[in-house]
Every structure is written in structure tokens, then in C-alpha cells.
Nanobody, 129 residues
Framework: QVPLVESGGGSVQTGGSLRLSCAASGYTFSAYCMAWFRQSPGKEREGIAAINSANTRSYSDYARGRFTISQDNRKNTLYLQMNGLKPEDTAMYYC???????????????????????WGQGTQVTVSS
């Protein structure tokens, strides 16, 4: 299991911003593909954004233009900058990781939950109107 710890969640008003962090330890961070997901009560966990070893990014339609995924390989940390937050963004936010075994790198940018092997415990984001 790859330890992932999210932080940075909280309560903001509509239009506000938050930056989520996901700290990883004990493995070569740059060899993994990383992603952010979120889940609201009663809904499926959905992919927000992904980034791979080459820093190629992908975004869901609702995140593109408002959210930015980035990573700092020196700090083994993944980020999600969220701007223009809306009440419908209220959810538990999770980071996830996967890799391509034996290659030392990962070039996927998938937003499918089933493609990720390692998950953090989540950080809550609440946006009030």
C-alpha cells in the first residue's frame, strides 16, 4: 500500500478558493500517475483531474478551467488548486495513485476509479451559497 495523506479541505463560500495537498511517502513519486477524485453522499466517486510522470494532465469537464492539478516531485506532493468554487463542489476529495509495474514511470491520465490502486482517506470540502 502506498501511503497518501490529503489536507487542505475546509469550508468556503461560493466563489472561493482552496488548495488541496496530497503527501506521499515511501516510494518514487515521479514513477506514479496521480489523480484527484471526489464523492458526495449518495453519488459515485468521480474523477476530477489526473497527472502523469511526464506532467501531462487531464481534467473532467466540470473541472477544466476552474481546477488545476500539479505535483512537486521533490516534496512528493500532489496539489489541486480549486477556484470559483460552487455549492455543487461540496464533497469528500481523495487523491489516488497508480503505476505501470516495472517501467519506472506512468503515462496514464485516466479518470476511471478502477484504474487506481492506492487511495488516501480524503479531505472534506464544503462550499456554502
Amino acid at each position: 500500500q502506498v501511503p497518501l495523506v490529503e489536507s487542505g479541505g475546509g469550508s468556503v463560500q461560493t466563489g472561493g478558493s482552496l488548495r488541496l495537498s496530497c503527501a506521499a511517502s515511501g516510494y518514487t513519486f515521479s514513477a506514479y500517475c496521480m489523480a484527484w477524485f471526489r464523492q458526495s453522499p449518495g453519488k459515485e466517486r468521480e474523477g476530477i483531474a489526473a497527472i502523469n510522470s511526464a506532467n501531462t494532465r487531464s481534467y473532467s469537464d466540470y473541472a477544466r478551467g476552474r481546477f488545476t492539478i500539479s505535483q512537486d516531485n521533490r516534496k512528493n506532493t500532489l496539489y489541486l488548486q480549486m477556484n470559483g468554487l460552487k455549492p455543487e463542489d461540496t464533497a469528500m476529495y481523495y487523491c489516488a495513485a497508480t503505476t505501470t509495474s516495472g517501467t519506472g514511470a506512468c503515462y496514464l491520465t485516466t479518470l476511471r476509479r478502477a484504474d487506481y490502486d492506492h487511495w488516501g482517506q480524503g479531505t472534506q470540502v464544503t462550499v456554502s451559497s
